[in-house]
């Protein structure tokens, strides 16, 4: 029998070949750092800089349009500096300090790294609806993804809907690929977000971004319907209806107000959560930054978390968006290297930090604006199914939480609610919010979920070759 | 779609969902390839066997999961069609068959 394993070692391993991860793997090459990049998907680029499949030809790049190009520079500069990226690699587990395990083409295997820069950015925060399972029904960014990846329409009539600023670049995304957008729901209103405008003062790069979209729209005669909220979907095998109401300034449905939309594809997100099920499993602290997200590793502004030896950067240390990513990347990368011994320039630093703040303060402009409502949460019925994995509902949550009182973690040992595939990426922050309401308690106090290797689900005959070499 | 001239997909192939065979070309993801061809609905739920299709698209909710060439459990967005590639889509809670 042949024994498929590695044993590599580097310098600083980065997960995620997104903005933070590439921008961190940059500053370190450059420093003089040997660095490996880790990530799960085909091509490097993460979502923000979602590439094509190399298998797709483009005759003319320079035509291809800014979804794509905008990446160029940083993907260029990633060839350049020659560090290693891993496409298509899972890290699924840590079981040493400074140990990663992976699994790369169905080969198991191990990075022993002297820093890691965890990158692994967010996930869409979808909240449920009675009718949320149905295909059709959908994250934008998915319906994104599908179109930047895969030139491919998600279907023939859509409806965007949930709240927040994404769902600008993902409209403009389908109506170049010449998508039918029959309406565009925003839980907030513009009057909510006045407050912030002077905020907005010198971001004018963020700005004429937003005002670019606000063309397309125009030019497309679609009128964002703000205050409104899918509260149902209906159709018998696939979505076929969305159904809206208006909603108060807390998000609460108002009686009397509903509005049903045809369509075959409904996309609806609230945001996102930053993905740390691997700032978890390597025992770094969290702490709740409900502006920021939900629970975030702790770290301070040099990017350090309570480990040693690791790092964050992106999404991953709280939403701040593709500029705060790519920034905070930067100074990770710099920092990274400096502990190793490598000599970095301080005014390189100093900048780093300062852009850094800038950034920073921006996603925390569009997050107050555009904070997740509480009354949204009221849509979902006990018949609800919340657990899309283990088909739990919210009422058998609703039930356990009452009975025990307890935090997430017991809940979802009693209803298996978070305990399928997905391992509570989708419904985690669902059963913390059903389960703070039940118990009157709140969504920090009922802490969050506890992760387990593998991260991400794994064949067994991948680790029986990894088992064999150690026993050998 | 308006980028189509300037975008080529990789060469044709043809698998197989349930034994009936799909026109797709290299490159496509299964998911992809099948919304094309019409089928949006990847797999039935194991104990209320409701259908369910992509949902995350981006190998994050693992809704798309179907059996793929013997190996259950496996992202149908995340995974690239092949030439002769078998997919079979999951049906409530009958033992998946896989091969050794």
Redesign the interface.
């Known amino acids: 029998m042949q024994i498929m394993t590695f044993q590599i070692e580097t310098d600083i391993a980065i997960v995620g070949a997104g903005p933070a991860g590439l921008s961190a793997a940059i500053a370190a090459t450059n420093a003089g750092a040997s660095v490996v990049v880790l990530d799960e998907y085909a091509e490097p680029g993460g979502q923000f800089y979602k590439q094509l499949p190399a298998e797709f030809a483009v005759s003319d790049r320079a035509r291809l349009g800014d979804d794509y190009t905008k990446g160029d520079a940083l993907l260029g500069a990633v060839r350049k500096a020659g560090m290693t990226v891993w496409n298509e690699t899972l890290v699924w587990g840590s079981f040493d300090p400074g140990v990663l395990s992976v699994v790369r083409g169905g080969k198991a295997g191990t990075i022993k790294a002297r820093k890691i820069i965890v990158a692994s950015g967010a996930y869409e925060r979808a909240i449920a609806f009675p009718g949320w399972d149905l295909p059709g029904v959908m994250t934008p960014g998915g319906a994104q993804t599908l179109v930047k990846n895969q030139q491919q329409l998600p279907g023939k009539r859509i409806v965007l809907a949930g709240s927040g600023p994404f769902l600008l670049p993902v409209a403009k995304t389908l109506l170049n690929a010449g998508a039918n957008i029959a309406a565009i729901f925003e839980a907030t209103r513009p009057r909510e977000w006045a407050r912030h405008a002077l905020r907005l003062w010198g971001h004018w790069d963020r700005v004429a971004e937003a005002l670019q979209y606000r063309r397309t729209l125009a030019e497309a005669k679609l009128a964002i319907q703000f205050g409104r909220i899918v509260v149902r979907a209906e159709g018998k095998d696939s979505v076929e209806r969305a159904v809206v109401m208006n909603c108060d300034a807390a998000g609460h449905p108002i009686a009397g107000s509903e509005h049903v939309e045809p369509c075959d594809t409904l996309c609806v997100g609230y945001g996102f959560i930053p993905q740390v099920q691997l700032t978890r499993l390597l025992g770094c602290e969290h702490r709740y930054d409900a502006l920021r997200g939900g629970w975030i590793p702790r770290h301070g502004p040099d990017m350090r978390t309570t480990v040693e030896g690791v790092f964050v950067a992106g999404e991953v240390a709280g939403i701040g968006g593709a500029y705060a990513a790519l920034a905070e990347g930067w100074l990770a990368g710099l920092n990274a290297a400096s502990e190793l011994g490598r000599s970095v320039r301080s005014s390189a630093v100093t900048s780093a930090y300062r852009d850094r703040s800038m950034r920073r303060r921006f996603g925390d402009i569009v997050n107050s604006a555009f904070a997740v409502k509480p009354g949204v949460f009221d849509v979902i019925t006990d018949d609800t199914i919340v657990c899309r994995c283990e088909e739990v509902t919210a009422g058998e949550i609703r039930a356990a939480a009452s009975a025990w009182s307890a935090q997430v973690g017991a809940i979802k040992g009693v209803t298996r609610c978070g305990m399928g595939y997905c391992q509570a990426r989708i419904c985690g922050h669902l059963l913390a919010e059903l389960t703070a309401r039940a118990t009157g308690s709140t969504v920090e106090d009922v802490g969050g979920m506890s992760v387990r290797p593998p991260l991400k689900p794994v064949r067994v005959g991948d680790l029986a070759d990894l088992a064999h070499k150690a026993g050998s | 779609?308006?980028?189509?001239?300037?975008?080529?997909?990789?060469p044709p192939v043809t698998f197989k969902v349930d034994g009936e065979p799909l026109e797709a070309?290299?490159?496509?993801?299964v998911a992809?390839a099948m919304?094309?061809a019409g089928r949006?609905?990847?797999r039935h739920?194991?104990?209320?066997s409701?259908?369910?299709?992509?949902?995350?698209?981006?190998?994050?909710?693992?809704?798309c999961?179907m059996i793929i060439d013997g190996?259950a459990?496996v992202r149908a967005c995340?995974t690239?069609v092949r030439d002769g590639m078998q997919v079979v889509s999951p049906r409530s809670f009958e033992p998946y068959e896989c091969k050794s």
């Open positions: 779609m308006n980028t189509a001239s300037e975008i080529t997909p990789g070309r290299s490159g496509q993801t992809a919304l094309a949006r609905v990847l739920t194991r104990h209320q409701k259908p369910r299709g992509l949902f995350c698209a981006m190998g994050v909710c693992f809704d999961v190996e459990g995340m690239k």
